[in-house]
């Protein structure tokens, strides 16, 4: 683990490759890597959890390319919610009880609704509601602000939090700018084969957080 120029909570939630954001303030830690968003909540490693010392962790993940959601909670490092979800996979984990902020998606009362530049043809969203207008919601819920949508007057100023960057790499595995170097190769390729165009490298404003 080496230093790394830090960045604001507003634009650190999504780290470059091989970077971690991090800070400790009165009652709470913050840690924003990119290398957790692979992890399904209930199978999540216990030395991960460790850090919360038995009080609250909230996770929380989402990806605007595939409009995918996932967030959970631990109290005293037992799971009590964890929802994962797309519109190509479903739900892909849905455990304990939703909190009264989810309410309204669950009941309909927040629809996807249909845009006329979709075409007539455009099959209809396969989610009741749309995952990141849910995460948004979570994210206020439990960290107090918001990455888009309207930001209310007592939400965080994010933009003014203070994250500490770190260079971390794992001695013994795949440096992180190679393996995003080779899948730039791959899907090159594919477009060259004339195979349907993959998209990544996200960022918070336009393809994921």
């Known amino acids: 683990m080496e230093p790394a120029p830090g960045e604001s909570l507003w634009d650190g939630t999504y780290p470059p490759d091989g970077i971690c954001y991090a800070a400790s303030f009165n009652g709470v830690e913050i840690v924003c890597d990119r290398r957790l968003m692979e992890h399904r909540p209930s199978l999540m490693l216990s030395h991960l959890l460790v850090a919360g010392r038995g009080d609250r962790v909230f996770f929380h993940a989402m990806h605007r390319v595939s409009d995918a959601l996932t967030f959970a909670v631990w109290e005293g490092g037992v799971l009590v919610r964890s929802l994962s979800l797309s519109p190509d996979s479903g739900i892909v984990e849905d455990i304990g009880a939703p909190y009264e ?38 994210l206020r819920k439990f960290a107090g602000f918001v990455l888009e949508g309207r930001i209310h007057p007592d939400d965080v100023d994010a933009d003014a939090v203070p994250l500490y960057g770190f260079r971390v790499t794992d001695p013994h595995g795949p440096d992180p700018a190679r393996v995003r170097a080779e899948l730039e190769q791959r899907v090159a390729a594919m477009r060259l084969r004339g195979h349907t165009t993959v998209q990544f490298g996200m960022s918070r404003g336009e393809d994921g957080a």
């Open 101 to 138: 902020f989810e309410t309204p998606f669950w009941a309909g009362e927040r629809p996807v609704e249909s845009d006329p530049r979709w075409g007539e043809d455009q099959p209809p969203f396969p989610l009741g509601f749309h995952p990141l207008e849910l995460g948004e919601e979570a």
